[in-house]
Antibody
Framework: EVQLVQSGAEVKKPGESLKISCKGS????????IGWVRQMPGKGLEWMGI????????RYSPSFQGQVTISADKSISTAYLQWSSLKASDTAMYYC????????????WGQGTTVTVSS | EIVLTQSPGTLSLSPGERATLSCRAS???????LAWYQQKPGQAPRLLIY???SRATGIPDRFSGSGSGTDFTLTISRLEPEDFAVYYC??????????FGQGTKVEIK
């Protein structure tokens, strides 16, 4: 079964760092782009960025460039989203998703990771 | 940046009725780059339609997509109880690479 499994919920304080993960299985992890999507409480979907684990080519939305870092470790089929200094406004659900091979939809989604940033 | 505007914001319909959801782009979008998703409360989004009109794996044929250029439509021919959810369109283009519409909620009337 093709799936993406994300790390568990996080509760952090402002200023702390965080790295959440997304592990792929059931397919060739290095052959598909993996994207990250933010959903703030009660709001819509926002595309953050995407990485190609095969060569770590990474693209960011201008809204998130410099705010987060996307990376991948192909040896363990895992993509990451990290923050160096969290803000309360980073409180959201974060999804990873696989881009289709030949089209541009996101066809496999992780279950989401809730990040809560509160003092 | 291409902006996607979905309408209506909320659609109140009864099971068995037809739902027509609109997604309008601020600039022309290649049909290959337009997708639709369904999201139910507490769940991750699910890909319904890609390439503007192709159903994703396992999606019932009551869901259909159409359109080109700046105007795209998702149609649900006969609403089933499990179809009441929020629907998003998404396009791929220049930076930012992907953008989403703000969503249309289909609720039970």
């Amino acid at each position: 079964e093709v799936q993406l499994v994300q790390s568990g919920a996080e509760v952090k304080k402002p200023g702390e760092s965080l790295k959440i993960s997304c592990k792929g299985s059931g397919y060739s992890f290095t052959s598909y782009w993996i994207g990250w999507v933010r959903q703030m409480p009660g709001k819509g979907l926002e595309w953050m960025g995407i990485i190609y684990p095969g060569d770590s080519d990474t693209r960011y939305s201008p809204s998130f460039q410099g705010q987060v870092t996307i990376s991948a470790d192909k040896s363990i089929s895992t993509a990451y989203l990290q923050w160096s200094s969290l803000k309360a406004s980073d409180t959201a659900m974060y999804y990873c998703a696989r881009r289709q091979k030949t089209y541009y939809g996101m066809d496999v989604w992780g279950q989401g990771t809730t990040v809560t940033v509160s003092s | 940046e291409i902006v996607l505007t979905q309408s209506p914001g909320t659609l109140s319909l009864s099971p068995g009725e037809r739902a027509t959801l609109s997604c309008r782009a601020s600039q022309s979008v290649s049909s290959s780059y337009l997708a639709w998703y369904q999201q139910k409360p507490g769940q991750a989004p699910r890909l319904l339609i890609y390439g503007a009109s192709s159903r994703a794996t396992g999606i019932p044929d009551r869901f259909s997509g159409s359109g080109s250029g700046t105007d795209f439509t998702l149609t649900i021919s006969r609403l089933e109880p499990e179809d009441f959810a929020v629907y998003y369109c998404q396009q791929y283009g220049s930076s930012p690479r992907w953008t989403f519409g703000q969503g249309t909620k289909v609720e039970i009337k």
